[in-house]
């Protein structure tokens, strides 16, 4: 179980990374920004988030995958660790809910923490709790197929940038 609370505070610190990856954007795409608005900015910055959150799980699905490893591989231990990160992602929406008078302390903390996602928000004053439900459901949808797939062995990178590789020993092979 330890290493299920490792693995979710170590996302909580991924997604500070991501926040940080996600800043450094926000001054590489001004210039998109200022023409046409944050949506191709979120659209830029969660492809990175998602790629994030899929490589923690990957590799940590990969090193359970084993076949000499001690541990039994469960999708449900990636499901597990990422209810940690979850746990904030339900405060915010309670917060949002329930937020009154504080409502743009509230929704200020919101799009902070989930700046990867601020073009996808509807309205620009105030975050919906659904809207925060289903930003912060990103981490557990893709931490727990990353580590499924990487269970497998299966690498989509290895797929996609070794293909050229493979055609020309297949080409070789047939001279």
Known sequence: MGVVVKKGFKLILTHVLALALALFLAFVFGWLISKWGFAPYSVICSLFYIGLFYSEGWNWGRLEGRKYNEIKESPLRALAASAIPSVICAAFA?????????????????????????????VADSVSAGEILRSGAVIPVVVTIGYYIGTKNFSVLEKIAFRKNRRKEAAKRTK
């Open 94 to 122: 309670a917060a949002a809910v329930f937020a009154g008078a504080g409502a743009y302390i509230v929704n200020v903390a919101v799009k902070l923490w989930y700046f990867p996602f601020v073009g996808f928000f509807a």
